[in-house]
């Protein structure tokens, strides 16, 4: 399966997350011959994150990289577009509100499952579970040699490892850009939206994500609604009918953050144990919070540690390359990473079909795509690491948000909610 400098196919993508399927349907739509390789069994076996903000360019890479019928698919089964992301001290009082549009592409939430089922739709042969990639040499010419944890290996003329922050091949691709922590951690949950007929969220939030400042330090409470407009699967009926998402009512993705160091060691994998600690830690907050941990789904609490990533120093296969979190996770301060992602997959479709058009190699276009990657994205991480830090260490603007704003503002949610 050799290639001329310019050939590109087979593409090896390895991660079926948010931007190795956004890849492999940009590239599929032009005809190329790309194959996505994930290490879990199936689509659905964890729980990823629950819901996403999609912003302007999450939803313009989207828009570029897949059909038409399928980013409907995608519109329709999201949330409704705009609303306010408000930042208030811990009483849920209003420090200041930022306003997002309310134009039909723009910024939405979207359930991460639902929005995995539309990005695999019509890519079910190209997909491969169960292959956990663990190595990538440089054959003869200009090959690249796979290998996976299960002893089986495939070649291909171009590898893009998409596989999160944990990436098996960062270290190979591009030496150096190991993530470092943040010693900041966030505990995630996910709330049945309805409870005994009422919603628990009340409708002055309807579409608002919130971020309650803690006196504590590293301390905050994130959450927002995820309120399907039409239940998915009729919306998959509609569109996509051979495929079905997983069954999905609305709910309410929150977050508490903390030092890492604050989580025993014995309860980082154990959802009753995050739970119960995020309850402890929230202790003071409005009671809505209090509300929303005790009422969540007892097996839907996760941990998730917060890294910062480093640029890239090397790249040092001209055929490889990363996106998304495998080169530039971020702290979820400022809900890029998703939309950075998404945003790699088709600006890396857009490089390899140019290439191709224009008979220019595709080393040339991945060093391309290399560059202006890397000038968004860390801007991105810079600017979510720097609002982490704003947000989480005692200092002026906390203080101003936390004492001093939420004093000139009328209450948000009465504490009876
Ligand atoms: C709770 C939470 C909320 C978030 N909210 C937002 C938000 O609102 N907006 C936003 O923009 N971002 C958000 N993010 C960040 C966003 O989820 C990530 O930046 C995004 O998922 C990164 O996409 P990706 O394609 O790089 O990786 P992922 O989506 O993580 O996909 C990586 C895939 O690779 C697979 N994989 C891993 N290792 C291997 C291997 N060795 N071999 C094969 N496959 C492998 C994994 O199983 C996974 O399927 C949030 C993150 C969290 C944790």
Known sequence: MGSSNGALGPVAVVGAGLSGLCLAQYLSRAGVD????????????????????????????????????LYELVLATGGE???????????????FKLTFRSTPDGGRQLDRQVLRSSLLVGLDDRVHYGKAAASLRQEDGDELLLEFADDTSVRASLVVGADGIGSALRARIAPGGEPVSAGLAGIYGRTPLEQHGKQVVPDVLRTSGVLALGKAPGRSFFFTSMRFPEPPQAVFDRLAPDHKPPPCDDYVMWGLTLHTAEVPEEIRADPLGLRTLAARLAHGFHPLIARLIDTADDDATVLSRFVVGQRPTTWSLPRATLLGDAVH???PFGAHGGNT???????LGRKLLDSQANGTSVAAAVAAYQTEMQRYAFKAVDSAAAMMRRLTTDGIQKWLMMRVLPKLHRVTVPETV
């Open 34 to 69: 790309v194959h996505v390789y994930e290490k879990d069994p199936g689509p659905f076996v964890r729980r990823q994150g629950y819901r996403i903000t999609a912003d302007e360019h999450g939803l313009a890479a989207l828009r570029a990289s897949l059909p038409p019928r």
């Open 81 to 95: 577009p705009g609303g306010h992301f408000r930042f208030t001290d811990e009483r849920l009082r209003d420090a």
């Open 329 to 331: 996770a971020m702290p």
């Open 341 to 347: 992602a998404l945003q790699d997959a088709a600006l």
